[in-house]
Structure formats: structure tokens, C-alpha cells
């Protein structure tokens, strides 16, 4: 009785001690669904990431693709490397989309990987094309890739 008594009359901090405490727990749970989310994405990315290049081991007429010596002048690229390198450029920018928007983990090489692969003669001549067709952001970020790599 005596408790009911005392909870009637301090029933403004009380309530307000419960309620504080129902969003300390929800921004606890906010911050641990992020992460379970954010870890989640990257394993998703990872399995379209291996599931590419999955591809790329499987057709052997895409090999040339990551050939340093691909000489494009005199064998210019063909339609199935072209279709492997833009679904690769896909794969980066939904990537870049994913870091951009702090849905996933950055990787600490995103650009030297992203410089590398697109320094190579085929998806060179793949990006030259593709390029107007992409998000500006995504395009400026490539530069910023290429500039730094």
C-alpha cells in the first residue's frame, strides 16, 4: 500500500524513467539490427561477387578480359566480353551503392580493385562506353578510383 502510494505520487518521473529506458533499449536494437544488416549485405555482395566471377572461370571465350596484353586494335572486344565487363560494372556500382548508403562495409581496396580491373584493355574499352550511361555520382567516384590508384 505504502508502494502504491508513493508510485501515485511520483507517477510524471516514473513514467518518464520507463520511457526512457524503452528508447535506450530501442536505439540498442536499432544499432545492433544495423549491424546484423550491414554484415548481412556484404555477405550478399560477396556471394553475387563469387557468383561472377564464377561465370568468368566457366566461359573460357571471356578469358581475354583480364588480359594486361589484350590487344583491342586488332581483335576488338566481343559481345560476350562486353555483356561479362558491363555485368561486372553493375556489380561495382550496386557496390558503390550499398558503401555510399552505409548498407554494407566498405572494403579497405574498393578503389584499387575497381583502378585495376578497369585499367585492363577490355573493360577499358567496355567503361569508355558505358560510362555516360551511369549514375554521375558512381562515374565521379570511378574518376576519384582512377586518379588515386
Same mark, same amino acid.
Given at each position: ?41 556484404? #555477405? ?58 552505409? #548498407? ?13 580491373? #578497369?585499367? #585492363? ?29
Amino acid at each position: 500500500m505504502e508502494f502504491l502510494s508513493w508510485a501515485m505520487r511520483n507517477w510524471f518521473e516514473l513514467t518518464s524513467i520507463f520511457l526512457g529506458g524503452g528508447v535506450i533499449f530501442a536505439a540498442v536494437s536499432v544499432r545492433s539490427e544495423t549491424k546484423s544488416r550491414r554484415i548481412s549485405n556484404q #555477405l550478399l555482395l560477396t556471394q553475387n561477387h563469387r557468383e561472377l566471377w564464377s561465370l568468368y572461370l566457366r566461359t573460357p571465350e571471356i578469358a581475354r578480359v583480364l588480359q594486361s596484353a589484350a590487344d583491342v586494335s586488332r581483335h576488338p572486344v566481343t559481345q560476350n566480353e562486353e555483356v561479362f565487363v558491363v555485368m561486372v560494372i553493375q556489380h561495382m556500382n550496386s557496390a558503390y551503392q550499398a558503401v555510399r548508403s552505409e #548498407l554494407t562495409i566498405k572494403p579497405e581496396q574498393m578503389c584499387c580493385d575497381i583502378c585495376s580491373f #578497369l585499367a #585492363l584493355p577490355v573493360p577499358a574499352v567496355v567503361w569508355k562506353k558505358m560510362k555516360g550511361l551511369q549514375d554521375t555520382e558512381f562515374v565521379k567516384f570511378i574518376e576519384h578510383c582512377q586518379l588515386s590508384g
